[in-house]
């Protein structure tokens, strides 16, 4: 049986060949890559590949830390919301405050999450126009009064909708706070 060129493998190959070859059966093989892989130990490449690695998995793992570290406060902010009346309630207030887009040649108004989709209806010149736009942004809150180049119309953010009917989808009962339907029942029982 002829022999691999295992000059022409990577570190990686050499050593999953390595831990992959049967040395009862082929110790001339095992005897070769074991050859190969001291080579690249002795002229500084094996030393060079385990620092690249050591530094990839670092990459991953800072990357890893810095997606924890952005995801942490949608996850509290959530359990936040489920758990908790008042953060409830001040979540589906700041959302609400979310739905409406106003404008007109002397006032604009708009508080925006991240993501909006807005159905809009404005007048410019007397007639109705009727659309749609979607933003992704920070987001934040926009009040501008004054002589302002709007036409008159409004707007309701469809993503604000949904957010609030994922916060009631998803929201448990508290403590002392029954189902719609164990309220129903109490009721009919008195």
Known sequence: MTQPDYSKYSIPELQEALSTVDEQKYPETKAAIEAELQKRKDSGEYERHIQ?????????????????????????????????????GLAVTVIALQLVRLQSESLYFSLSSAISVYLYGVIPEGNFEFGVSAQINPGGLQV???????????GINLFAIF????????????????????????????
């Not at 501008?144 to 409004?154: F, I, S």
């Not at 957010?163 to 008195?190: M, Q």
């Open 144 to 154: 501008l009064v004054g002589d302002l180049p709007y036409a008159t119309g409004a």
């Open 163 to 190: 957010l609030i009917w994922l916060l009631f989808a998803g929201r448990r009962p508290l403590p002392g706070e029954g189902s719609i339907t164990e309220d129903r029942t109490k009721e009919s029982a008195e």
């Open 52 to 88: 690249e690695r050591m530094l990839e998995l670092d990459r991953r793992e800072q990357g890893r830390r810095r997606l924890a570290r952005a995801a942490r406060p949608w996850v509290a902010g959530y359990g936040l919301v489920r758990d908790r009346r008042w953060g409830h």
